[in-house]
Each structure stands twice: as structure tokens, then as C-alpha cells.
């Protein structure tokens, strides 16, 4: 069974950077893709970004389009958000999950395991 732990969240004054990383144990995540997905507070959780198990294919939410970018290291068996041009709104619970296929997902229900989450808070 994979474990997902999620690391690199903190406080952040706006317009600054924060680089998340998830490591995962217990199955090589080389064959799946991975996304990273978020929850404000009183809100639903919302998808942010995707990478394929290759990592040739990503996919971004639009509010972080420009400012996110996800990335992998199979050998290290991680995937990483890098977060710049923060703003408040995008204070939230992050977290990484692992999609059952290879390819960029079309559902949530695509992805089987979820890490517990990394809090992000940025500043005005």
C-alpha cells in the first residue's frame, strides 16, 4: 500500500514562493500520474495540478496557471509543486494523490491514494 507525506508548507507573505514535495513509499509511482489538489477553509477540495507518469503531459487549474508548476523525479519517487507569485487565495490544506492510470486523469475518482496534507497560509 502507498504512503504519500506531504512536506514544504508554511507561512507566506503574498508574492512570495513555496516549493511542496510529496514522497511516496511503498509502490513505485513511475507508472501513474499524480496530481496535487487543494481545500480552503469552508470549501470543497479543487484540483490544481496534474502531471502524467511520464511527466510529458501536465494540466493546471486556471487560477494557478502561470504561477504553479508541477514536476516529478521517478527515481526519487516524488512529485513537486513549485508555488510563486503566492496570493491569500491560495491559503489552503494542500495535498498529493496518486492516480490509478498513466495518463492524465478526467475524475477525481481516477486518483486511489491521497498524502494527509501540507497547511499553505500566505499573507497580505
Known amino acids: 500500500q502507498v504512503q504519500l507525506v506531504e512536506s514544504g508548507g508554511g507561512l507566506v507573505q503574498a508574492g512570495g514562493s513555496l516549493r511542496l514535495s510529496c514522497a511516496a513509499s511503498g509502490r513505485t509511482i513511475s507508472s501513474y500520474a499524480m496530481g496535487w489538489f487543494r481545500r480552503a477553509p469552508g470549501k470543497e477540495r479543487d484540483f490544481v495540478a496534474i502531471?502524467?507518469?511520464?511527466?510529458?503531459?501536465?494540466r493546471y487549474a486556471d487560477s494557478v496557471k502561470g504561477r504553479f508548476t508541477i514536476s516529478r523525479d521517478n527515481a526519487k519517487n516524488a512529485v513537486y509543486l513549485q508555488m510563486n507569485t503566492l496570493k491569500p487565495e491560495d491559503t489552503a490544506v494542500y495535498y498529493c494523490?496518486?492516480?490509478?492510470?498513466?495518463?492524465?486523469?478526467?475524475?477525481?475518482?481516477?486518483?486511489?491514494?491521497w498524502g494527509q496534507g501540507t497547511q499553505v497560509t500566505v499573507s497580505s
Open positions: 502531471i502524467s507518469a511520464s511527466g510529458a503531459s501536465t
Open positions: 494523490a496518486l492516480a490509478t492510470i498513466p495518463t492524465i486523469p478526467a475524475r477525481i475518482g481516477d486518483f486511489g491514494s
